[in-house]
């Protein structure tokens, strides 16, 4: 593992996941999610090509809000497919943000995982 993947840690999250391109789109289970990218389960009929293409995840929260991002697939291995993240908007950074706060309880941490994006 390289140094950039442990400086982010990932918190276990299950909320309704799609991964889209294009007209295309599939739900996938989110396994867990980083400042950094995502992880999911390799949905059923997953097409190898598709993975050369950069993909929109985009993650339902309970509130009715979004996350969404632009994301490539850094590592596919053992039925779980890695994706890195490309671009985020303004409001999906701050959900994710909230939800990566909660789950650490350590403002110190987060601060730190925030300033090694940038």
Do not use: K
Not at 23 to 29: A, F, L, M, R, S
Not at 64 to 79: D, P, T, Y
């Amino acid at each position: 593992m390289s140094d950039d993947r442990r400086r982010f840690t990932r918190i276990p999250f299950d909320a309704a996941t799609y991964l889209q391109q294009d007209d295309w789109q599939v739900p996938v289970q989110l396994v867990d999610i980083s400042l950094r990218g995502l992880l999911v389960m390799q949905p059923d009929g997953w097409e190898q090509q598709r993975s050369q293409q950069p993909f929109n995840a985009v993650i339902d929260l309970a509130e009715g809000s979004q996350i969404r991002m632009e994301v490539h697939l850094a590592h596919a291995e053992e039925g779980m497919l890695g994706f890195e993240c490309d671009h985020i908007d303004l409001d999906s950074i701050s959900h994710l943000r909230r939800l990566v706060a909660l789950n650490l309880g350590d403002e110190e941490l987060l601060e730190r995982e925030l300033g090694a994006l940038i």
